[in-house]
Nanobody
Framework: QVQLVESGGGLVQPGGSLRLSCAAS????????MGWFRQAPGKERDFVARISWSGASYYADSVEGRFAISRDNARNTVYLQMNSLEPEDTATYYC?????????????WGQGTQVTVSS
């Protein structure tokens, strides 16, 4: 069993930056693919970014060039650096872990952290 705990959310002005963190329990973190998703009120949960066990990263078109996902296997932590934030980025952000790394297969989820972009 893996537990994921997100942190780093908050209120930021348009154009600002935030860095989200997701701390994972367990000794097999380095073998998992990790991802970030977000859900705005009244909308479905959307993919934001993922990073494979080897460090390969993929992004949704809406965040490409503004967000960066990274991982620190020594700290069992994955990060999401968010720059040039827009009001449309307002959502609850969730961390997820995949044992297989196959697209769309996410086995564990965190509880989420709120990001609000507003002036």
């Amino acid at each position: 069993q893996v537990q994921l705990v997100e942190s780093g959310g908050g209120l930021v002005q348009p154009g600002g930056s935030l860095r989200l963190s997701c701390a994972a329990s367990g000794r097999t973190f380095s073998s998992y693919a990790m991802g970030w998703f977000r859900q705005a009120p009244g909308k479905e949960r959307d993919f934001v970014a993922r990073i494979s066990w080897s460090g390969a990263s993929y992004y949704a078109d809406s965040v490409e060039g503004r967000f960066a996902i990274s991982r620190d296997n020594a700290r069992n932590t994955v990060y999401l650096q968010m720059n040039s934030l827009e009001p449309e980025d307002t959502a609850t952000y969730y961390c997820a872990a995949s044992r297989t790394g196959l697209p769309g297969t996410w086995d564990y989820w965190g509880q989420g952290t709120q990001v609000t972009v507003s002036s």
